[in-house]
């Protein structure tokens, strides 16, 4: 099992592109998490997800806009980048209650 | 909503013990985690509570208290590798929502 992908592991955007950072995972967790990360900072929560067609706002969800079609795939997506979405992007996922949450190994996002 | 604090660093010694606190206000309380997270990298899994009580997984163990909001992780027989960030996570009363509170940056020195 590959556990969770998150894809690209690195970019640099440009002030006022956008752009799709994707997240699977093959686990058939039902929970899934988008997570941002400033320097020295713990973890935001931007959106997540109960169950495929279900999707709700965490803590910082400005700026960013989710879907959820399928059971794997978690896409986040970037419409107008700024350079305060400059940040590193965790995905993680969990089964249900009572398991652990499995995380991705980040998109470093620079916006300049 | 949900609040969630954790000191901000801490430094111990080689060999040493250290008790990492967390406590938190949260609508509902299904579960907290304790995770390590290493500079540039993912965090990893250490521990799990739901019922009051201490969890022991080897060098590490997590306390839980529901009723004061408040957990600990203790770590024992401190190593260099131990220097990493500690992150508090706490689950809603639905189960839904996964919060992190800021970390803790642990140095552990010789």
């Known amino acids: 099992n590959a556990g969770v992908t998150q894809t690209p592991k690195f970019r640099i955007l440009k002030i006022g592109q956008s752009m799709t950072l994707q997240c699977a995972q093959d686990?058939?967790?039902?929970?899934m998490y988008w997570y941002r990360q400033d320097p020295g900072m713990g973890l935001k929560l931007i959106y997540y997800s109960v169950g495929a067609g279900i999707t709700d706002k965490g803590e910082v969800p400005n700026g960013y806009n989710v879907s959820r079609s399928t059971t794997e795939d978690f896409p986040l997506r970037l419409e107008l980048a700024a350079p305060s979405q400059t940040s590193v992007y965790f995905c993680?996922?969990?089964?249900?209650?009572?398991?652990?949450?499995?995380f991705g190994q980040g998109t470093r996002l620079t916006v300049v | 909503g949900q609040n969630i604090d954790q000191p901000t660093e801490m430094t111990a010694t080689e060999g040493a013990i250290v008790q990492i606190n967390c406590t938190y206000q949260t609508s509902g309380f299904n579960g907290l985690f304790w995770y390590q997270q290493h500079a540039g990298e993912a965090p990893t899994f250490l521990s799990y509570?739901?019922?009051?009580g201490l969890e022991e997984k080897g060098r590490f163990s997590s306390f839980l208290s529901r009723s004061k909001g408040y957990s600990y992780l203790l770590l024992k027989e401190l190593q260099m590798k131990d220097s990493a960030s500690y992150l508090c996570?706490?689950?809603?009363?639905?189960?839904?929502?996964?919060?992190f509170g800021a970390g803790t940056i642990l140095r552990v020195k010789s």
């Open positions: 996570a706490v689950r809603d009363g639905g189960g839904n929502k996964l919060v």
């Open positions: 509570n739901v019922l009051d």
């Open positions: 993680a996922s969990l089964k249900g209650v009572g398991g652990e949450a499995f």
């Open positions: 686990m058939n967790h039902n929970y």
